[in-house]
Each structure stands twice: as structure tokens, then as C-alpha cells.
């Protein structure tokens, strides 16, 4: 999803992320700004076999699987996360990223060699709290939101990705693994923001 975003905003970037079959995201840095509101406490899970299904305008859209665990060079252990969109012939691999969930963020990383990685979440969620995301992006924790999709109800942090090529939102639901459970504005489609919305997820025990 985020691929589609950096690739229609930006050329040069593009390029590099179709030669390296990965999201190209820059490195991100401390300069936080001081929170203003409550923390929310965040359940990540994400086992391996892990799964979510999004769909967009009633069709099942993009598909997302944790395949184990990469030694990454630069992340040390991180999660293999395979991207699936809906082809002409079923599910067709598009991307595979590096997720890596830390004590202190969330981190994904472009590809299996550079340090080159975008930080999704930042810890503690602390509402107006806000961080370096890479990209010339920040993300900001605006509210906790109960988010009703497909795949259920969740409480949600809101986050807002905001500065250089756009703007995006995601509602992160700790209840689906700390997946997001709406992702809105990621790339756009005939010049209108395309919605993605959870509809089936599978938490391995």
C-alpha cells in the first residue's frame, strides 16, 4: 500500500524501489516533540503465519503474511512481511519488507541489506505526540478512535503521516495484532484518496 504512495510521489524513488523489489524509505532520526494527552497502551502480536486481508470497494484487495524471521544486517532479527495484491490470476506477490517491533517503536525496513527503514509508531502513543518518520514525513498520534470494519470493532490510535510528498492516516488496532485496521490517502487512484479497510485477519497461537 505504501509502495503505491512513494512511487506515484516520487520518480527517483520509484526506481529504486522497483531495482530493489522494496519500499524505499529514508533513514528516520530523534526529534520529538512534547506530548500533550494521554498514553495508550499497545498489544502487539505479530506470529509467524500471521495474516490480513484488506479490502477496498467490496473486493478483497491487498493481502499481507508474517513469513518467520530475518537476520536483517542492520535491524538485527526482523519479521518477514510478504505483500500480496488481487491480480488477474489470484494473489500475486508484490513486495517483502522487514518489520521489526521494538520496546521503544516500529520499525520497517526497505529491503534485506540497507539500513533504510520508516517508523511507523513511536512508544509510548501519547496523544499529540509526534516523531521523525523518515521520508520528510511526521507522524503524529492524534486520538484513540473506536473503529468499526469487516473484520470487527477496534480501539484505534489514530496517526497522521504529514510533510513532504502527502499525507496519509492510519488507525493502528491493537485488537488485530496492532495491524491497522482503516489506512486511508496512501496513494490515490483517478485523483481521489483510496480506503482500505480490514476485512479478515489470523493471529496463529
Known amino acids: 500500500?505504501?509502495?503505491?504512495?512513494?512511487?506515484?510521489?516520487?520518480?527517483?524513488?520509484?526506481?529504486?524501489?522497483?531495482?530493489?523489489?522494496a519500499v524505499p524509505f529514508l533513514f528516520s532520526c530523534g526529534d520529538d516533540e512534547g506530548p500533550t494527552g494521554?498514553?495508550?497502551?499497545?498489544?502487539?502480536?505479530?506470529?509467524?503465519?500471521g495474516e490480513w486481508i484488506y479490502g477496498y470497494e467490496?473486493?478483497?484487495?491487498?493481502?499481507?503474511?508474517?513469513?518467520?524471521?530475518?537476520?536483517?544486517?542492520?535491524?538485527?532479527e526482523t519479521q518477514k512481511l510478504y505483500e500480496y495484491v488481487r491480480g488477474r490470476s489470484g494473489w500475486e506477490e508484490s513486495f517483502v519488507y522487514y518489520l521489526k517491533v521494538g520496546a521503544d517503536d516500529v520499525k520497517i525496513y526497505a529491503d534485506?541489506?540497507?539500513?533504510?527503514?520508516?517508523?511507523?509508531?513511536?512508544?509510548?502513543?501519547?496523544?499529540?505526540?509526534?516523531?521523525d518518520a523518515g521520508l520528510g514525513l511526521r507522524g503524529t498520534f492524534v486520538a484513540v478512535e473506536k473503529v468499526t470494519v469487516s473484520a470487527g470493532t477496534f480501539n484505534c490510535a489514530r496517526v497522521a503521516y504529514t510533510g513532504g510528498p502527502g499525507?496519509?492516516?492510519?488507525?493502528?488496532?491493537?485488537?488485530?495484532?496492532?495491524?491497522?485496521?482503516?489506512?486511508?490517502?496512501?496513494?490515490?487512484?483517478?485523483?481521489?484518496?483510496?480506503?482500505?479497510?480490514?476485512?479478515?485477519?489470523?493471529?496463529?497461537?
Open 112 to 131: 534485506a541489506e540497507a539500513n533504510q527503514f520508516i517508523v511507523l509508531l513511536k512508544f509510548p502513543l501519547t496523544q499529540g505526540g509526534s516523531w
Open 167 to 205: 499525507t496519509f492516516t492510519v488507525w493502528w488496532a491493537s485488537g488485530a495484532g496492532g495491524w491497522g485496521a482503516r489506512n486511508a490517502g496512501w496513494w490515490a487512484l483517478g485523483g481521489e484518496p483510496i480506503v482500505l479497510e480490514l476485512g479478515w485477519y489470523n493471529l496463529p497461537t
Open 38 to 49: 494521554p498514553t495508550l497502551p499497545f498489544n502487539y502480536r505479530h506470529p509467524d503465519g
Open 58 to 76: 467490496s473486493m478483497e484487495f491487498a493481502r499481507y503474511v508474517i513469513a518467520g524471521t530475518y537476520d536483517h544486517p542492520a535491524g538485527g
Open 1 to 21: 500500500m505504501l509502495r503505491r504512495f512513494i512511487q506515484k510521489s516520487n520518480p527517483v524513488i520509484a526506481g529504486v524501489a522497483l531495482a530493489a523489489a
